[in-house]
Structure formats: C-alpha cells, structure tokens
C-alpha cells in the first residue's frame, strides 16, 4: 500500500513494501519530482534502505555458527512488506518484525522506518532492535536515487556533485557528472570528511542535499552513461572479504535488546 504526507511545500509518498520512499516533489507551479521513478529495465528502486548489511557479500553467502546462509545485496528488509504502525499529518512510521528463520537471517529482530516532513527537509529514521539472545551483526545503508537532470530541458553537464572541503576554495568541492563516472561501478569515499553531499544544478544553485551525519561511508552510484539517476548513499558499513558478517568494516555487534538508530536528512532547495 501506497502513503502520502504533504505540508504545502512538499509531497511525500511511502510503500509498505520496504517502506520505501516512492516520490517526493515540491508543490506549487512548476511542480518539481525529485526521486527516480523505479523504471523497469533499468534500475527498478527508488530509494531502499540496506539492512542487516550494506553491498554485497563475498560468494554471495556468510556463516554463523557453522551454518551457511545464502546472502544478496544490501540485506533484506527493502524486500519484505513492512506494517504501518502510526502516522501523524507529517510523518509516517512503519515496522518490521523479524523472527529469525534457518534460511536467510537467524537472528530476530524489529526494524521501524520513521519518515518525518519538516519544512523543506525530510528524515528518514531507521531503528533496529536485537530481539534474539545473541549478539547481531548489523550495518545500515540509505540508497536514494534522486533523478538527475531535475530539469528534462537540460542536459547531464548541467550537474555536479558538491560537498564540503576545507582547503578548497569557498570551503566546497565539486565533481562534474560525466556519462562515464560510473562505467567501473559505484565510487567509495570513507571519512569524507563532509557534513553534506548535494546534487547540485551548476548555473543556478538549485540542489537536493543529504546531511552524512553518522555515516562514514558515502557511496555514489549510477548506472553507465547516468540514465536519468544518481543515488547517494550514507552508509554505516561497508562490504568486506570472508564471510564473518561481524568482521565487515564498520559492522556494529548489537547486544541482545540493544538497538541501532540512524537517520538520513534530505534538504530539498528547489
């Protein structure tokens, strides 16, 4: 099932299924989309959540306690249909509760997706909480894929990415979008050193910003030649080799009854 909030400046719709954001877009005339539409054949999302773990995982598979588990990309929970736990005028909260099973994932636990409207900013808030009686290895992932152009009347060198550095001048940096930047996959920064990351329209400083507060993995990623996307990707880990979920770069081990709270913040300024 399909949701939506809207607070005059901007309009929001989330699925049940992964609890997903499935469009955003300002309000007023012209009325600007803001997210990819999910088009079949290309890149089918629009912004899924990664949990219990961020990329992919070495062979395809992890162990635990002896035990091989077949494993795909960026976890599960963006495949599963979440439940609509409450919701407000501004703000729509959903949840999932996982038992723990033999064949994909042997830890229970309960995740809530929380998506909050406040002026021109939208957070997206996710909780995990270890309900088994071991600890959990976990990582989360946020992979929004905004459109890009914004603008249909413009081309791809009409954007860039720009984030924050110090020794640059103005204090910010930017990295032209090319039809070539993602021919070898994703691009990786760790410890960026940025609080923000934007997509940004080169001549009129229009932008969509995501706030990298608690990640310290920034993904970008598109599909070769930039057919119409760009997702940025705050991430709290990353993949690594073996297959020891634990032992992946920046896995959290949560206690039994401990939970894990990060948020993702979009600022759109169009």
């Known amino acids: ?3 939506n909030m809207e607070n005059g ?3 929001v719709t989330v699925s049940t ?3 997903e954001l499935q469009d955003i877009h300002t309000l007023g005339a012209p009325s600007v989309p803001c997210l990819w539409d999910g088009k079949a054949g290309i890149w089918p999302r629009r912004a899924p959540v990664c949990f219990p773990w961020c990329g992919r995982v070495e062979g395809g598979w992890f162990q635990e306690e002896g035990v091989r588990y077949e494993a795909g990309s960026h976890g599960f929970v963006r495949d599963l249909e979440h439940t609509l736990a409450d919701r407000g ?4 909260r959903f949840r999932l509760d996982w038992p723990g099973d033999g064949l994909r994932w042997p830890w229970a636990f309960t995740f809530e997706t929380l998506h909050t409207l406040e002026g021109r ?3 997206t808030t996710c909780t995990a909480v270890n309900r088994s009686p071991r ?3 976990v990582q989360v992932g946020f992979h929004p894929g905004f459109r890009c152009p914004l603008d249909p009347a413009r081309g791809l060198g009409d954007y860039a990415i720009r984030f924050q550095r110090p020794e640059a001048p103005g204090g910010t940096d930017r990295l032209p979008l ?3 930047l993602f021919d070898q996959d994703s691009l990786c920064f760790r410890d960026l050193g940025s609080a923000w990351v934007r997509l940004e329209e080169r001549d009129t400083g229009r932008y969509l910003q995501v706030d990298l507060e608690g990640a310290p993995y920034l993904l970008l990623w598109s599909q070769p030649g930039i057919p119409g996307f760009v997702c940025i990707e705050p991430w709290t880990g990353y993949p690594g080799p073996g297959h020891d979920l634990a032992a992946r770069p920046g896995a959290v081990l949560l206690p039994p009854g401990a939970s894990l709270r990060r948020s993702m913040t979009l600022t759109v300024h169009l």
Request: proline letters at 14%; a positive charge.
């Open 1 to 3: 099932m399909l949701y």
């Open 9 to 11: 400046l901007l309009s």
């Open 17 to 19: 299924f992964g609890a």
């Open 89 to 92: 005028a501004q703000w729509l």
């Open 121 to 123: 900013r939208l957070t």
């Open 135 to 137: 600890p959990m290895p």
């Open 178 to 180: 090319t039809p070539g």
